[in-house]
C-alpha cells in the first residue's frame, strides 16, 4: 500500500507532541498563583459525583457512533462509527496540548466601558496541561481538584466534533475530516466555550448567556458546523439509503441518553440540588420529546417507528441541554414537546432536504440548541432570569448571542472547510464512494 506523504507529516506530529511534552517545565506548585484554594476545601461527594459524570460523558461517544453507525448504509458502518471513536483520540490530545488552555486560560480579549471580556485563553496558560494539578480553582470549580474540571471539560470538547460527522457521511475523506475536526476544536470550540463557560468570558459576562451543560458551545456549533459541511462537500451520488441497523440506533439512543445524566446533571459541577434538578429535567424532556415525535409522525401520515422515537429523545436531550439546571419539570415537559415538534418539522421540510445533511444533523442538535437557547431565555427561574420572570434585557442579549453564535459557527466552519479542502481534498472520489468507505478508506467491511 502506498504511503501518502501527509500520513508522514500526520505521525511526525504526534511523534512531535508525544516527545515534546517531556521538555516542557512541569509547573508543581500553584498555591501562590492566587486563583487556586486549599486542598482541605475539596468536597468528597462533588469529587465522586463529577468522577463518576465524566465517566458518563466519555461514553456518549461511543453510544454517538451507534447511533449514527445505525443509520447509514451498509457500505460505511465502520466510517461512520469510527468517525465518531476517533474524536476521543484526537481532541484528547489537543485538549492537553493547547485545548483546555484556549477555552479556560487566562482571557484574552476586548474591553467595553472599562471591563475586559474574553474571546479566548491564552494558550500558555495551562500547554501540556502544566498547572492543572490537584488544587480547586477558586471560580471555575471550587471543590473539586482542578485537573478534574479540566478532564470533565475535555469530553464535552470530544464528542462536539463528533456530532458533525453525521452531516457529511458516506462521502468524507478520513484524514481531512481528522484535520478539519483539530482546526474546529481549536478555532470554533475553544473560543466559543470561553466566551459561555469562562467567568470573562464575552458571552457570559457581558451577554449573560446562561448555557447550563452546552446548548450552545456544543449542539450550536455543531450544528452550524454540519449544515456547512453538507453544502461543502454536496449531495452523495445515491442519497437514498435504508439504515443498516436499527438495533445500533436503539443501543447507540440508550448509551446517549445514559450519558446525557452526566452532561447535564454534571455541569453542575457539584453534588448538589441543582444537578438534581437537572437530572430529572433532563430525562422527562426527553421522555416528552420521544412521544411527541412518534405520535406527530403519525398525525402527518407517517408510520411509528424506532428510528423516530431514537431522534425525538435525542432532540429533547439536546433542548434541554442549555437549561436543564435553570427551569422546572413542568417546563421541561414543554420545552422536550415545542422542540421535537419544530426539529420534526424541520427534518421532513423540502426545502432543507435538498442539502445532503445525511442525517440531519442541523435540523436536530442545530435547531434543537436554538430552540432550548430561546426557551431558557423564556423559562430560567430566578429574579429577572428570563422572560416570564422580568427579565426582558436577558431575553434579548439572548437572542443577540444566538444571532452572533449562528454567524460565528456557520461561517467559520464554511472557511475552515475550504482550508481543509485546500490542504487536504475532503471528498473522496466517486469509485471510493460507490465502493463504500468501510472498503475503500478503512479496507473493513460490515458484515
Known amino acids: 500500500m502506498k504511503i501518502g506523504f501527509k500520513w508522514i507529516v500526520s505521525f511526525s506530529i504526534i511523534a512531535l507532541v508525544a516527545i515534546g511534552g517531556l521538555f516542557w517545565t ?3 506548585d500553584v498555591s501562590d498563583h492566587g486563583v487556586f484554594l486549599t486542598e482541605d476545601k475539596i468536597v468528597g461527594a462533588d469529587v465522586a459525583w463529577i468522577l463518576a459524570a465524566a465517566g458518563l460523558v466519555l461514553l456518549m461517544t461511543p453510544g454517538l457512533s451507534f447511533f449514527y453507525g445505525g443509520m447509514v448504509g451498509k457500505k460505511n458502518v465502520i466510517s461512520t462509527m469510527l468517525q465518531s471513536f476517533i474524536a476521543l483520540g484526537v481532541i484528547s490530545i489537543v485538549w492537553v496540548v493547547v485545548g483546555f488552555s484556549l ?42 481538584p482542578f485537573i478534574l474540571f479540566a ?20 462521502r468524507v475523506r478520513f484524514i481531512s475530516y ?19 463557560w469562562h467567568p470573562d468570558g464575552l458571552l457570559n459576562k457581558y451577554f449573560g448567556v446562561k448555557d447550563f451543560a452546552g446548548g450552545t458551545v456544543v449542539h450550536m456549533s455543531a450544528g ?3 449544515l456547512a459541511g453538507a453544502l461543502v462537500l454536496g449531495k452523495r451520488k445515491n442519497p437514498h439509503h435504508e439504515p443498516s441497523n436499527i438495533p445500533y440506533v436503539l443501543l447507540g439512543t440508550g448509551m446517549l441518553w445514559f450519558g446525557w445524566f452526566g452532561f447535564n446533571a454534571g455541569s453542575a459541577l457539584s453534588a448538589s440540588a441543582s444537578a438534581a434538578t437537572a437530572f430529572g429535567t433532563t430525562t422527562i424532556a426527553s421522555a416528552s420529546a420521544m412521544m411527541t415525535w412518534i405520535f406527530f409522525d403519525r398525525i402527518n401520515g407517517r408510520s411509528v417507528s424506532a428510528l423516530g422515537a431514537c431522534i425525538g429523545a435525542v432532540v429533547g436531550l439536546v433542548a434541554i441541554t442549555p437549561g436543564c439546571g435553570f427551569v422546572s419539570i413542568q417546563e421541561s415537559l414543554f420545552i422536550g414537546f415545542i422542540s421535537a415538534i419544530v426539529s420534526n418539522m424541520l427534518v421532513n421540510w423540502r426545502r432543507l432536504k435538498k442539502i445532503d445533511d445525511t442525517l440531519d444533523v442541523f435540523a436536530c442538535h442545530g435547531v434543537g440548541g436554538i430552540m432550548g437557547m430561546i426557551l431558557t431565555a423564556v423559562f430560567a427561574h430566578g429574579e429577572k432570569a428570563s422572560l416570564l420572570h422580568g427579565g426582558i434585557d436577558v431575553f434579548l442579549h439572548h437572542l443577540a448571542a444566538l444571532f452572533l453564535v449562528s454567524l460565528f ?27 463504500g468507505l468501510d472498503l475503500s478508506q478503512h479496507q473493513e467491511r460490515f458484515s
Request: glycine residues 8%.
Open 26 to 28: 512541569p509547573i508543581t
Open 103 to 144: 477555552s479556560f486560560g487566562e482571557s484574552l480579549g476586548i474591553t467595553i466601558a472599562g471591563k475586559h471580556y474574553g474571546i479566548i485563553g491564552n494558550p500558555l496558560s495551562f500547554r501540556f496541561f502544566n498547572g492543572v494539578g490537584s488544587l480547586p480553582h477558586k471560580m471555575m470549580a471550587p471543590t473539586i
Open 151 to 170: 478532564l470533565f471539560q475535555m469530553k464535552f470538547a470530544v464528542i462536539t466534533p463528533a456530532i458533525i460527522t453525521g452531516s457529511f457521511a458516506e
Open 178 to 196: 481528522l484535520l478539519f475536526m483539530v482546526l474546529f476544536s481549536i478555532c470554533i470550540y475553544t473560543p466559543l466555550c470561553h466566551m459561555v
Open 224 to 226: 452550524f458546523a454540519a
Open 409 to 435: 459557527t456557520f461561517f467559520g466552519s464554511l472557511l475552515l472547510y475550504k482550508v481543509t479542502n485546500m490542504m487536504i481534498t475532503l471528498r473522496v472520489s466517486e469509485e471510493s464512494e460507490n465502493m
